[in-house]
């Protein structure tokens, strides 16, 4: 407790004082948990882009969704209760199709390993525009 205060009203009272250095290192040890575990949560699929020149996208309001063709063909989506998982076409458009119902302006990417056949990419692409995508982004690596 403080000592007493002499008011300019000749009354005496008591000031009340908080200490506020627990609540500091609890924040800090928040923070460094955070920091080390934030890293450890980011999950994907390994694919090596393609290196082509391209333009950085604007920002955007809306996360876009990744659609990632690995090289073996299989195709992942980063949406879902389990986005490290394969999906088959049917998943995949369905998936799609009810992202664009409810949020009709997300922007799709896809992202397709530099060993898988051409031909798969542009397969995944058909069905993401069947699914109601009107444009679609493919991701790249800038050259070295």
Known sequence: ????????H???RMMAEINVVPY?????????????TAPLITQGVRIELPQAPSEVLPPSDQEPVVVTV?????VF??????????IDDEALMTRIAAVMQFKPQTEVLVEGDRNV????VVQVMT??????????????????
């Open 1 to 8: 407790m403080g000592a007493p205060v002499n008011s300019r």
């Open 10 to 12: 000749g009354r005496r």
């Open 24 to 36: 500091i290192d609890v924040m800090l040890v928040l923070l460094i948990i955070f920091m080390v």
């Open 70 to 74: 690995a090289a073996d063909g299989r």
């Open 77 to 86: 989506v980063d949406i879902g209760e389990n986005p490290e998982q394969a």
């Open 117 to 120: 056949d051409y031909g798969r």
């Open 127 to 144: 069905l993401l525009k069947n699914a109601g995508v009107d444009g679609v982004g493919l991701i790249t690596e800038p050259p070295e």
